[in-house]
């Protein structure tokens, strides 16, 4: 992994206010490969107290993207065009981590799948699958980082 | 519209913490149908500082599984299986509404859609889609509201 | 609607292999609209007998493709990226209609809506709704039509 | 795996009026895994000669469908609720592979994950993916297998 994929990434990633906005942390940056943890907190639940499916996306389409990250160009970006999200189980636990891979590179669509796994004492619970796809973006001014 | 019903979203709408983070209201509720509003914020964004993909899910998610809640029993809840979400349009504007409906009610499995749009003082611009897959659960002491 | 583009639509899809194989018929071309229709019969069935979920995702994908040739130029083609289909009731009738439209249009990906029906003698009932993501080809000799 | 559970699912398989017609062939069977082989045929391509995404879809669907069948009890039956397919190449070649696995088994929703490739005489090519969302049918006369 080059340094500068990894300075690149970890400044994107610190420009993301929604990642700050939930306690999101980078762990791990890997080789078409990231990772995310996040510690749980009552202000990211839906009704019953658990993750809200949103924030398990937001995540999801994080470490997803940023796994894109490390294979596109230097001065090229990226926006998600779409993604699906399934949720397994309910989003209990007191940490969750969520990891994004790289399923196919490509010049122009990059398709990656995240999985999201509630981590404590025990065995990880898979929570949630993401499947997003990408578009590589070059040249335009307010999509650069 | 029952009352009843009205109150019960209201109420479970207050519970999320992930929409109290995100600064989202509630701004109406109708048959199979409900609408969220949510100002623009930079706590909200991904890297290019526009509305991150996780929070028009999140939106777009709680405004799919209230409009379902206008056409279940008062003694079911409900809980998400999978959505999927297509970002059309970066998520740039002051103010964001999404609103979910009911494509196909069901005892066991709701269908819904959801439409977000970037409001201001020209036409709406249509920003994101979702379709969401929701479960209706029955007697469940960890999913009551 | 511009007749060429009547006429190229028409030929295209003469030319899917698979759209003759299922015995279906274009039977309405309209602006950033499709229509496509199908009688039952036993080779397109799952083990229950009802319409098989990849027959109506071929009827759908063939029907959001060609509503999307309705807006792309001449010489620009189209491909499949991806797609998501809700399955909401069992295929069961004696003829399917599947409509598909533009929902955003773009020079490069276009999202489209697919919804398929069982019609009779009664109102149409809804059997699957699909959305897809289409991308914008230009100047690959592989994929000209 | 259980002799009683290969034979229900081989007689579910040719029961499915869809793979005889497409000309796919159930290869193997495993515990929570099933795979299905295909050969090309003009009679299955979309407009540019390649495989109709309709009839990976098709191909994909089943075989996650039954790979859910090796872990539900034998009186109970699957229904799709929904999938999504990624297109991440066109389906070119003269054999395709396709292979179905659970991902998160579950009593009333199962969710399954499967791939497609296009296999020769070099190293299979992936050309897509699938998610889906099965639900688990008991006590219904019509759904039955």
């Given amino acids: ?9 970890k400044a994107s990633f610190a420009r993301q206010g929604a990642m700050q906005t939930i306690g999101a942390e980078l762990t791990q940056i890997g080789h078409k490969m990231l990772e995310i943890e996040l510690p749980f907190h009552d202000k990211l639940t839906q009704q019953h107290g658990f993750l ?3 924030v398990i996306s937001a995540a999801l389409d994080t470490a997803c993207s940023y796994a894109a ?8 970006s990226l926006l998600t065009i ?9 989003g209990r636990g007191d940490r969750f981590l969520f990891r994004g891979e790289i399923t196919k590179p490509g010049s122009t669509i990059i398709v ?6 509630a981590i404590g004492d025990g065995p990880a619970k898979l ?3 993401m499947t997003s796809t990408l578009m590589v973006i ?3 001014e307010d999509i650069r980082e």
Same sequence: chains 1, 2, 3, 4.
């Fill in 52 to 54: 809200h499916a949103g």
């Fill in 69 to 76: 990250y490390t294979v596109i160009a230097n001065d090229a």
């Fill in 1 to 9: 992994m080059d340094d500068d994929v990894q300075t690149r990434i």
């Fill in 127 to 129: 929570i949630a699958s």
């Fill in 82 to 90: 779409e993604f699906k999200v399934n949720m397994m189980s309910p």
């Fill in 138 to 140: 070059r040249g335009r």
């Fill in 112 to 117: 990656a799948d995240g999985r999201g796994y």
